[in-house]
Each structure stands twice: as structure tokens, then as C-alpha cells.
T-cell receptor, first 113, second 110 residues
Framework: ELRVEQNPLFLSMQEGKNYTIYCNYSTTSDRLYWYRQDPGKSLESLFVLLSNGAVKQEGRLMASLDTKARLSTLHITAAVHDLSATYFCAVDGAGGGADGLTFGKGTHLIIQP | NAGVTQTPKFQVLKTGQSMTLQCAQDMNHEYMSWYRQDPGMGLRLIHYSVGAGITDQGEVPNGYNVSRSTTEDFPLRLLSAAPSQTSVYFC?????????FGSGTRLTVV
């Protein structure tokens, strides 16, 4: 069974602090995606990681992929309130061999002043 | 260039009613798909299509039908709505390794 597990599922942190969200997956897929979702909105693509050792950065967010460990991380540096949202990781491949994404349950991030 | 357009944005149905959720794209992407999102869950794949005339089942296809007669449109049909189908539905296209999601349809079945 294909599984994507994120932790933590809920995170409250203060502005200025650093933190990491972890995404473990059970497939051998080499493609991993990170999305942001604001309440009542659609998914906004943050990063697409296509190979082992891939690292991408955009502003205060940095994502990495270790395909051997089947682990991706999303690191937040010096958090600001505007980063409050729910973050999802997803991997290529769905149950039963279907062609699509399998998502983690999401990390609900609240950044407080 | 509208990207992926979903209609309606909100819908309330009574149990047993039928309806079609519309998804249209203007990016000429061959791949289109439907997901549902339930509270506290990530998105789950319902059906997908790799081109006109080709559809296949995802993880949670029961209770839903799809067809793909054109590249642009990929409608999702609920033949007899059930309360368990209350959810937010997202349509997504894909080109190369990038997915583009629509704005979603929030469906409530009472």
C-alpha cells in the first residue's frame, strides 16, 4: 500500500523561529511535490523535486529530497506570519497503480507574532 | 489564459440527486484528473485521463463517472449523490512534471 506520512500534522510556532516539516513515503517514486493551501483556496505549487539529493529554495522555504531514505523535508527559516497555511507533500503514483498523486494529510502551520 | 476552470464553485444536493462538476482547461494538457479533499485529509485521486477518449480509475472511484470527449473538458458525474460525497473537489491537469489545480468545487449532500 502506498503511504505518504507527514509530521507534524499541526505546528504552532513563533515568528523568527526555524522549523522543519518531514514527509516520509513508501513508494520508489523519485518525484516529490510540495504544495501550500490557504483556507478555502486551491493548492499552490511550491516545489517539484525530481531526483535524489535535489534541493530547492524560495524565500524562507527550502525543500530537499532523499530518495534512498524516502524522505523529503520542508525547512522554514525565520518564519513570518504570512507563511501560515497548510502544507502538503505528494508523490507520483496512486493506489492500484493509478497515474496521479498520493498526498500526505498536510501540516497545518500557524505562525504567531 | 484561464488555466483550469471549475464550475460551479459551490453546490448543495439532496441525497439521490445527480449532477455534473465541470472542469475545463485552455493549456492543451493531455492529462486531467479529479481529486476529492475531506477535512484533515490530503487529496485523493478519483479518476484521471491521459487524453481524449481515455479514462481510468483512481483510488476512490466508486459513485463517480467521467468521460473525456475533448482535450479541453473533463466532467465528473455523480449519478446518485450520497452524504459521503460531501467534499471539496479539485480538477488538475499535468504537463511534464507540473500539476495545475483548479479553484475547487465545494459540494454538500444533505
Amino acid at each position: 500500500e502506498l503511504r505518504v506520512e507527514q509530521n507534524p500534522l499541526f505546528l504552532s510556532m513563533q515568528e523568527g523561529k526555524n522549523y522543519t516539516i518531514y514527509c516520509n513515503y513508501s513508494t520508489t517514486s523519485d518525484r516529490l511535490y510540495w504544495y501550500r493551501q490557504d483556507p478555502g483556496k486551491s493548492l499552490e505549487s511550491l516545489f517539484v523535486l525530481l531526483s535524489n539529493g535535489a534541493v530547492k529554495q524560495e524565500g524562507r522555504l527550502m525543500a530537499s529530497l532523499d530518495t534512498k531514505a524516502r524522505l523529503s523535508t520542508l525547512h522554514i527559516t525565520a518564519a513570518v506570519h504570512d507563511l501560515s497555511a497548510t502544507y502538503f507533500c505528494a508523490v507520483d503514483g496512486a493506489g492500484g497503480g493509478a497515474d496521479g498523486l498520493t498526498f500526505g494529510k498536510g501540516t497545518h502551520l500557524i505562525i504567531q507574532p | 489564459n484561464a488555466g483550469v476552470t471549475q464550475t460551479p464553485k459551490f453546490q448543495v444536493l439532496k441525497t439521490g440527486q445527480s449532477m455534473t462538476l465541470q472542469c475545463a482547461q485552455d493549456m492543451n494538457h493531455e492529462y486531467m484528473s479529479w481529486y476529492r479533499q475531506d477535512p484533515g485529509m490530503g487529496l485523493r485521486l478519483i479518476h484521471y485521463s491521459v487524453g481524449a477518449g481515455i479514462t481510468d480509475q483512481g483510488e476512490v472511484p466508486n459513485g463517480y463517472n467521467v468521460s473525456r470527449s475533448t482535450t479541453e473538458d473533463f466532467p465528473l458525474r455523480l449519478l446518485s449523490a450520497a452524504p459521503s460525497q460531501t467534499s471539496v473537489y479539485f480538477c488538475a491537469t499535468r504537463r511534464d512534471y507540473g500539476y495545475t489545480f483548479g479553484s475547487g468545487t465545494r459540494l454538500t449532500v444533505v
